[in-house]
């Protein structure tokens, strides 16, 4: 069951740099994306979302971009700084096919190095 | 900021033993999710619950897995008879609506050790 696919399991970025995560889905169904943060030892921590009606939202340094053609999405955090080092997942839900489901990617472990 | 909250943080079993993993949701939030990660894989959801009833499980939800929201604040997962593949950080969540337009709260985990 990969319908949510990151395939980069790592990303490795200088602070101040830009950091793009990538996410790939393959259920056309699809219309609420989220990105989660996770650290070790607690659980992922809400980051930022969109719908499918728009293709970009931004909030502060971080911003989701939406190309539903490709059924692609990227998480772009710009400048990264060294607390941004944690997994990154990517989710995704479908309007009424489901109600209660969000499918995950494997998480992309990202680190930000001074 | 509310959170939810997971106990025990880690619990260690013997195959073939119950446990019972205990949630405490956010307050008013009205959707409850089981979810779990084995070491090295991917989040994978288990169960979510709304109204008091289960309203969509996974594959992995057998027999062997049970919901309950006892008395209104709690929310518990029990597994009766362990499995060693049923070793994995268990995640609770909730969501004030359904998850196609709320984000969802997920608690600190509990990790499960089946020997």
């Known amino acids: ?114 | 900021e509310p959170e939810v909250t997971q106990t025990p943080s880690h619990q260690v079993t013997q195959m073939g033993q119950e446990v019972i993993l205990r949630c405490v949701p956010i307050s008013n939030h009205l959707y409850f999710y089981w979810y779990r990660q084995i070491l090295g894989q991917k989040v994978e959801f288990l169960v979510s619950f709304y109204n008091n009833e289960i309203s969509e499980k996974s594959e992995i939800f057998d027999d062997q897995f049970s919901v309950e929201r006892p008395d209104g604040s709690n929310f518990t997962l029990k597994i009766r008879s362990t499995k060693l593949e049923d070793s994995a950080m268990y995640f609770c969540a909730s969501s004030q609506g359904p998850p196609w337009q709320e984000k969802l709260f997920f608690g600190s985990g509990t990790q499960l050790s089946v020997l």
């Open chain 1, 1 to 114: 069951d990969q319908q949510v696919k990151q395939n980069s399991p790592s990303l490795s970025v200088q602070e101040g740099r830009i950091s793009i995560l990538n996410c790939d889905y393959t259920n056309s169904m699809f219309d609420y994306f989220l990105w989660y943060k996770k650290y070790p030892a607690e659980g992922p921590t809400f980051l930022i979302s969109i719908s499918s009606i728009k293709d970009k939202n931004e909030d502060g340094r971080f911003t989701v971009f939406l190309n539903k053609s490709a059924k692609h999405l990227s998480l772009h955090i710009v400048p990264s700084q060294p607390g941004d080092s944690a997994v990154y997942f990517c989710a995704a839900s479908a309007r009424g096919s489901t109600l209660g489901r969000l499918y995950f990617g494997r998480g992309t472990q990202l680190t930000v190095w001074p």
